[in-house]
Structures are given as C-alpha cells and as structure tokens.
C-alpha cells in the first residue's frame, strides 16, 4: 500500500506561484509513475501534469503548459511548481501514483492506483 500526502496548497493572488509537494510513504516510491490532478466546486476532476517512474517523461494539460513543471526527486517526492496562476486554476489538487512497471504517463484518473486527501489552491483575481 501507498499513502499520499499533499502540501504547499494556499491562497495566492493572479500572477503568483505556488509549489506543491506529495510525500509518499509505504511501499518503494521510485517505481510509480506520478500524476498531479485538480477539482474545481462543481467540475470533474482534471488532469494536469504527469512524470513517468523515471522522471525522464513529464506531459501536461494544455491548460497549465509552460506555467507548470512536475518534477520528482531523491526524497521520495513529487513536486509540482505553479507559476502565473490565474483564478481558473483554483481548486483541490490530488496526487496520485500508477504501479505500472511502464515508464508510461498516465494521463486519465481511472488509471491510478492511489490517491492522495488533496490539498486546496485558491487564486485570487
């Protein structure tokens, strides 16, 4: 079993930046493709970034291209860094890990295997 662990959520103005972190726990970290998501009140959840086991692969919405970057390091973490954030980005972000031996990203929530409690971002206009 993992456990996911999500931090560095808050409120932030338009324009402002944002790091966020998932910690995980249990089982060896290394070997899971990573996956950021997020849920607006009132909307589905929606992918927004996603680094393969290794780290050499990343891919993000179109949405947030060019002002996120998802990045994993020796500390068992995934971070995901948030720069230019504009109101539409508020909501809960999830962290989420695939146990595919793949060095696959994974671009749909149904394909993750454990999910973190979500930690809320909200962007003030």
């Known amino acids: 079993q993992v456990q996911l662990v999500e931090s560095g959520g808050g409120l932030v103005q338009a324009g402002g930046s944002l790091r966020l972190s998932c910690a995980a726990s249990?089982?060896?970290?290394?070997?899971?493709?990573m996956g950021w998501f997020r849920q607006a009140p009132g909307k589905e959840r929606e992918f927004v970034a996603a680094?393969?086991?290794?780290?050499?692969?990343t891919y993000y919405a179109d949405s947030v291209k060019g002002r996120v970057t998802i990045s994993r390091n020796a500390a068992n973490t995934v971070d995901l860094q948030m720069n230019s954030l504009k109101p539409e980005d508020t909501g809960v972000y999830y962290c989420?890990?695939?146990?595919?031996?793949?060095?696959?990203?994974?671009?749909?929530?149904?394909?993750?295997?454990?999910w973190g409690q979500g930690t809320q971002v909200t962007v003030s206009s």
């Open positions: 989420a890990a695939n146990r595919s031996p793949t060095d696959d990203i994974f671009t749909l929530h149904h394909s993750y295997d454990y």
């Open positions: 249990g089982r060896t970290f290394g070997v899971y493709a």
């Open positions: 680094i393969s086991r290794s780290g050499r692969r």
